[in-house]
């Protein structure tokens, strides 16, 4: 009975995966004491997303001004 329990969650883990929350403990910058920030699966990957957007767009920009 546990092994079908266990099989039944495995198949519906993955469709979720993205509203998995991910408590990472990150020390800010200029600080030695990390604090724990809790977010989704899915945002942490938007948040990502939008860091590598922004570098982008900002090497982009400097390539273009030639600096």
């Known amino acids: 009975e546990i092994f079908?329990?266990?099989e039944q969650a495995n198949e519906i883990l993955p469709d979720r995966h993205g509203d998995r929350l991910v408590c990472p403990s990150v020390a800010p910058v200029g600080?030695?004491?990390p604090v724990k920030t809790c977010k989704t699966a899915r945002q942490m990957e938007g948040d990502q997303r939008e860091a590598q957007k922004?570098?982008?767009?900002?090497q982009n920009?400097?390539?273009k001004s030639g600096s």
């Open 31 to 33: 600080s030695h004491i």
């Open 61 to 63: 920009v400097q390539f």
């Open 4 to 6: 079908h329990d266990q």
């Open 54 to 58: 922004f570098i982008q767009d900002r």
